[in-house]
């Protein structure tokens, strides 16, 4: 797989209930939120730069108006609200994954949706970059995608990059002050620390609308 965009992963949803028009569709918040708990569970300080997050699709559409509330086995209810994109705004913490909580969805009768789980980084859009941050936030994804994977470590994707999607074009600056152009696919400039040995600064002719990882070779 070679996308200058976060990883992707898509996994169907199941168990409904019936009733006319619409009903609760309640689905273990582990099959939701697929590999958060094993996020979690990787200490804080060795995730700092990353982020998981989950929309739900319908159709393969974001669905920004979706009701969903965290019920606990002990009848604790959070709401669980969704941006504009889809997005849940906030996440269950460790503790209450592991208590075997449900996600309860308002929607109609016989609605078929989807999770889409992105891994990102913390990193927010910007026009200059130190370019060791991102080296480490490289080096730390693949590191934490190394222990949560397990047994299917060897499968998973590895992060060699960054892209910087609608940054048109941008400049690597070295320690002695040299630069070069950043290499682009599909339009988006993307920077690999592995190519570039000795850069300090990464700098965008425009600000990105985020700073994704690319598992491109080239």
Do not use: C
Request: hydrophobic residues 45%.
């Amino acid at each position: 797989m070679t996308r200058p965009l976060s990883l992707i992963l898509t996994a169907a949803l199941l168990a409904s209930t019936a009733s006319p028009a619409f009903a609760e569709k309640s689905v273990e918040a582990t099959k939701v939120l697929p590999f958060l708990d094993k996020f979690l569970k990787v200490p804080a300080a060795q995730r700092a730069r990353l982020k998981l997050s989950y929309a739900i699709r319908h159709d393969g559409k974001p669905q920004p108006d979706l009701k969903a509330v965290l019920v606990e086995r002990g009848g604790a209810r959070t709401p669980l609200p969704v941006d504009e994109e889809g997005y849940f705004e906030h996440l269950p913490t460790l503790a209450q994954l592991e208590d075997d909580p449900a996600i309860v969805f308002d929607v109609p009768v016989g609605w078929k949706m989807s999770t889409m789980m992105t891994f990102g980084t913390q990193l927010k859009p910007a026009q200059d970059y130190d370019a060791r941050e991102l080296a480490a936030t490289v080096a730390e994804a693949n590191a934490v995608i190394g222990k949560t994977a397990g047994v299917m470590a060897f499968m998973a994707p590895k992060m060699t990059g960054l892209a910087f999607p609608k940054a048109v074009s941008g400049v690597i600056v070295f320690a002695d002050g040299h630069s070069a152009p950043l290499p682009k696919f599909n339009e988006f400039p993307y920077f690999r620390p592995a190519d570039h040995q000795g850069a300090v600064r990464v700098k965008l002719t425009r600000t990105p609308t985020k700073v994704a990882f690319y598992d491109g070779k080239k």
